[in-house]
């Protein structure tokens, strides 16, 4: 029903919820193995100042299983990233990236790596006009430490940072159940890329169904963002 999707506790305000239910709408084309119909999180912020992103499968292309994006030669940005990116920042909004990286602990990379993999992506942000504000990573193996996804450690180290964070201003965008875990703990806004690609995997279903939003790719999740504040 029209009026269920207005969150809890405000009046239906009419141009602000019909546009969530367009996006609603849409969303149904791209979840449709699992239409999101839990109205609980169902808002974008909407006094949204920051935008957490996943890295592998929203920014870059993610490595077929088991393989770990290892050295820049592997980062595989994807097509509109920069632009999307450029588009939040024009926006005025933070944006931050969270990314679990357990092959650090596998001994298949260093954090260094991982650190010239993020200046060299900055350089090509830069160049189109876009940056990313801060990167935040777990290096840590499963169950060593609480700030692997879906354990709220890296959130905790973005408020340090920028002590004018919340989760209730802000959103998480990613592709794994992780991703979505992680923001509906803090009760965040979570936001799926679905991009419905070769490799499914174990949780996807269970992503779709727990995603406040879902979408195909971050270009599309950011006009979607930009359209509803
Ligand atoms: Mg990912
Ligand atoms: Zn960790």
Not at 17 to 42: E, I, M, N, S, W
Not at 131 to 144: E, K, L, N, S
Request: hydrophobic share 45%; charged share 20%; net charge neutral.
């Amino acid at each position: 029903m029209m009026w269920a999707l207005a969150p809890e506790g405000r009046p239906f305000k009419l141009a602000h919820d019909f546009r969530l239910l367009k996006l609603q709408v849409g969303l149904r084309a791209h979840c449709y193995h699992y239409p999101v119909t839990d109205p609980a999180p169902t808002a974008i912020p909407r006094h949204l100042t920051t935008v957490f992103l996943d890295r592998d499968g929203v920014l870059n292309k993610k490595m077929p299983e088991p393989r770990y994006v290892a050295s820049w030669a592997d980062f595989h940005i994807l097509p509109g990233v920069p632009d999307a990116i450029a588009r939040l920042n024009r926006a005025g909004l933070r944006v931050i990236v969270l990314s679990n990286q357990r092959g650090i602990a596998l001994g298949l990379y260093t954090a260094a790596d991982v650190e010239a993999i993020h200046s060299a992506f900055q350089r090509i942000l830069s160049s189109n006009g876009a940056h990313i504000d801060a990167f935040f990573i777990c290096p840590h193996d499963r169950g060593q430490c609480n700030c692997r996804k879906p354990l709220p450690g890296l959130f905790h180290q973005a408020t340090a940072q920028f002590p004018t964070i919340a989760a209730a201003s802000s959103v998480m965008i990613g592709d794994s159940l992780v991703d979505i875990d992680f923001a509906r703990r803090l009760g965040m806004t979570a936001i799926l890329i679905d991009s419905n690609s070769e490799h499914a995997r174990p949780g996807d279903e269970s992503a779709r169904a727990l995603a406040t939003l879902c979408f195909s790719s971050l270009p599309e999740a950011v006009s979607a963002l930009l359209d509803i504040r």
